[in-house]
């Protein structure tokens, strides 16, 4: 199954549309605003360096904060604003709040393209946990029957020669060039 190709200018201006959108009520923090718009100018760096692993896979780490610190400032923040806003301002709370969604809810997605994009980029992450791992595949395991006779033999009787030995018949030390 082949992945679609989603372009990084095309995540980053969805996310910066929808966060600017969940920034219209002032109903979360700055550190939210202050947090989405740091990643998405980490996705800036990687749309302008397009062979840069490292502004990739920056950009993918800052993706996946801030959909955990996303989550904890919505369940922080929405019961406030809930009782704060009344009127004609709960209209313009609930779509800030949609938006706010909509962008955490897109976050797992462009997660995914951004790691294609590092994968494309010649980056190859693989976690390891330190934990050894078996496997059946017995292709994966180093052959016992190899060809010995490429090794070097260390039983071997001719030494070389060195000139610049001391010469016991001559009695006299090497001559230096």
Aim: proline share 5%; glycine share 6%.
């Amino acid at each position: 199954m082949e992945i679609p190709t989603v372009n990084l200018k095309t995540i980053l201006l969805v996310h910066w549309l929808l966060t600017c959108w969940g920034c219209l009520v002032a109903w979360l923090p700055s550190a939210y605003a202050w947090s989405n718009f740091t990643v998405l100018a980490m996705g800036v760096w990687a749309v302008a360096q397009r062979d840069s692993v490292d502004a990739i896979i920056m950009f993918l780490v800052g993706m996946m904060i801030t959909f955990v610190t996303d989550i904890i400032d919505f369940g922080i923040y929405y019961p406030v604003g809930e009782m704060l806003f009344t009127g004609w301002q709960r209209d313009s709370f609930r779509f800030s709040v949609g938006m706010a969604i909509l962008s955490l809810i897109l976050k797992p997605l462009s997660c995914f393209c951004a790691y294609q994009m590092y994968r494309e980029r010649g980056g190859d992450y693989a976690v390891n946990f330190g934990f050894p791992t078996v496997t059946s595949n017995r292709n994966t395991y180093q052959s016992l029957e190899q060809n010995r006779s490429t090794y070097q033999s260390i039983d071997r009787q001719d030494s070389p020669v060195n000139p610049h030995l001391y010469n016991e018949q001559d009695n006299k030390a090497p001559v230096r060039i």
